[in-house]
T-cell receptor, first 113, second 116 residues
Framework: DQQVKQNSPSLSVQEGRISILNCDYT??????FLWYKKYPAEGPTFLIS?????DKNEDGRFTVFLNKSAKHLSLHIVPSQPGDSAVYFC????????????FGKGTHLIIQP | NAGVTQTPKFQVLKTGQSMTLQCAQD?????MSWYRQDPGMGLRLIHY???????DQGEVPNGYNVSRSTTEDFPLRLLSAAPSQTSVYFC???????????????FGPGTRLTVL
């Protein structure tokens, strides 16, 4: 049973517009959520994170929103740029995270000129 | 700093062969881990280590061994390779593995393994 779900395998957005990537989770023990970005033939790189005690975290063009009651989080990228084209993974950890991160399957974001 | 390095980048094995995937980090991180990524799947945790001499199993540990004799190195051993182990393997490290904002996990570039 997948504990972290990214239901959109791909998303196409025009350059300059807002990109919204969604993620749902089922494990109530998750208390920390992260987004990673991955280019082909490279390892994932950390993008932004949010603790379960917050509902929003912003870093430049990137904002993550957390809705605990709905067990849903989203990543907003605005404005979208060509370099944002990549696969985005949602990940979650529980109880300090020592036993690793649980990842979603990823969403391939394509920014069109 | 080189960050997290992995060798080899590519490897082809025959069923039944054994090999070791190397992972090293130069950031003095206590926590290191191995993930595998299969097509259409997210990354799944194989094994992790919270410090030298301490290892534990993740979600998909079968067929793999690890050891952590130094802080810097965390090799992953395939004992008897099977086609189901065809995957891309990522090593990651972080200061302590708590997942806190100060505890970003840094990933290596990956090893693409094919088992025939």
């Amino acid at each position: 049973d997948q504990q972290v779900k990214q239901n959109s395998p791909s998303l196409s957005v025009q350059e300059g517009r807002i990109s919204i990537l969604n993620c749902d989770y089922t494990n109530s023990m998750f208390d920390y959520f992260l987004w990673y970005k991955k280019y082909p033939a490279e390892g994932p790189t950390f993008l932004i994170s949010i603790s379960s005690i917050k509902d929003k975290n912003e870093d430049g063009r990137f904002t993550v929103f957390l809705n605990k009651s709905a067990k849903h989080l989203s990543l907003h990228i605005v404005p979208s740029q060509p370099g944002d084209s990549a696969v985005y993974f949602c990940a979650a950890s529980a109880g300090g995270g020592a036993d690793g991160l649980t990842f979603g399957k990823g969403t391939h974001l394509i920014i069109q000129p | 700093n080189a960050g997290v390095t992995q060798t080899p980048k590519f490897q082809v094995l025959k069923t039944g062969q054994s090999m070791t995937l190397q992972c090293a980090q130069d950031m003095n991180h206590e926590y290191m881990s191995w993930y595998r990524q299969d097509p259409g799947m997210g990354l799944r945790l194989i094994h992790y280590s919270v410090g030298a001499g301490i290892t534990d199993q993740g979600e998909v540990p079968n067929g793999y061994n690890v050891s952590r004799s130094t802080t810097e190195d965390f090799p992953l051993r395939l004992l008897s390779a099977a086609p189901s182990q065809t995957s891309v393997y990522f090593c990651a490290s972080s200061y302590s593995g708590t997942g806190a904002s100060t505890d970003t996990q840094y990933f290596g570039p990956g090893t693409r393994l094919t088992v025939l």
